[in-house]
């Protein structure tokens, strides 16, 4: 079913298909705030505070741009937010190079659970994930989120531009930046 | 002339990628490569480095996800319903609400006074009047070689703005996160343990300003612990006293008051007034008690008279 019928009907008063949106998109969300924030615990956290939103501010959306644009909106938002405030109370960077990043072992080790790699290759892939990711972190959120939602998300210059509001300009400057930083900083495994 | 055309064609090699180029700019970025075997190593990284992130593993929410966002749904309706009740009863529960509303932020300030100590005494321009009358030199040269004596060997004198360093290491104390030694080496003691500063009054009228002070230091349990040096050449009165953080506040908050009561000085200006602009806030109010004054750590004060 189309996103903007699962609304009306939601609105109209059917709650499964407000059921419906968040099993189609908590995967997106979720990984997204995963990468924004590199934690899984915060990305649960500010996912769940997502959907929340979601749901009480579902009545004021207009249907002007794309439910999925809406939703990306308020999930960058949310991740800066949570950005600022750990920060802010960290004292250090959330990710510093000393720390393996956090959990993202743990994602790995989920990720080859069923499979039967050699056991060779699978310490590669893992570190080879573990530097991409620390690249991705020493990225400032700015460039991040272009970086993210280009390559991850795989968004048009457009769509992207719509999301930050900011112009298409500005989206392939911060894109080109941020690939030449992670050019130098991956420059070892490339 | 080939470096000019690396670099503008691998400035397009982030839209080259991302097919984001129209016909015209491909096809030159195609020629050029096909000739440049530097840019084409670059073209190869950009798009190894583009590949990696794309292939980063991803990973999914765990399988309660509907329920838990189930959950915050209920807890913000529930608070929502709790709320419209405590303000739609018109009975006890409002006034019961809003007194303790007052009581928690009048509990706030109090907090906030006891552990973040207070502003730093403004420095402000004093704008003499007109006809200057300095009052007659006083004998302090000899005071003056006692202090230089006193202070030799001090470091580099440097303002403090004690406050936001405080403000910020307490406040983040307060939330608990971060331990206490690591908030600028102070720990929860130091607002109560005394410390030794220096007390530095730029005023015409240092006599009366020594008066004015050793009253304001009594009234707030301040020792003072050195003889006042009262140097007329640059018009500083100077002394060195000791009391806690926590007092300091209060020491501040006094010459403060101090400073913003309006008299007229009898000694020297008759019915003269000075004009002071205060900086930071904007208010422009009329004080004869042209104190500037500075209270600074000990160890980083150093007499500049010397100089």
New interface residues.
Partial sequence: MEDNELIDKFLAGDKSSF?AL??KY??LV??LC??MLGN?EEA?DV???I??KV??SLKFFQGKAKFSTYLYRITINFCRNRLRALNR???KAVFSIDDPVETEDG??E??FADKNPTPRESWEEKE??KA??LA?NSLSPEYKEV?IL???EGLK?EEIASILNISVGTV?SR??RA?DI??NV??D?? | MDDCNCKIIQDLFSEYIDNELNEEQSRLVREHLSSCEVCRNELDKLYKVSFLVKNLKEDAPPSDFLDRVHKRIEQRRSLERFLKDLFSNQNIKVPVALSLMVLLIFMVFKVRELYFPGQTIKTTQVVPPQGDSRKPISSSQEKLLYMSELYKGATSYTEKTESSSYEQGLSEKMKGLVPQHEIYGKTEGDILEEKEYVLIINTHDTKSALEKIKDILKETDTKIISLPVEDSKTNRLILRIKLSPQKLALLKNKINEERKSAYTSNTMFETEHYYKENVEDGIFYTAPLDWDVQIVENASYTDNTSQ
Avoid: M, P
């Fill in positions: 059921d968040v099993s908590q995967g979720f990984n995963l990468k899984y649960l996912a769940q505070d959907f929340l749901y009480e109370y960290r004292k994602l790995i989920r990720e080879r994930q991409v990711l991705l970086i280009k390559e991850i210059y392939k894109l080109s690939r992670l050019k991956l420059k495994i490339i």
